[in-house]
């Protein structure tokens, strides 16, 4: 299953896939070893508040692996 999510996230989640696919699981209420792979499609700064936030669209591979 193919997702594409918009996540609000902070800059250190971001900061890589892993972490980025650890956040998903947690939000979604899914098992890490479920998701096989994780895709960044776009990501922006939101610097608009005190807290700077990254915008972040993702593809999430789940139990599937991406075809390239």
Do not use: C, G, H
Request: aromatic share 4%.
């Amino acid at each position: 299953m193919i997702r594409e999510l918009q996540l609000r996230i902070l800059p250190e989640q971001a900061a890589s896939e892993q972490s980025i696919a650890a956040y998903v699981a947690r939000e979604q209420s899914m098992d890490i070893r479920s998701i096989k792979s994780v895709r960044v499609l776009k990501r922006s700064r939101d610097a608009r508040q005190r807290t700077v936030m990254v915008n972040v669209k993702v593809r999430v591979y789940i139990d599937e692996f991406p075809q390239d």
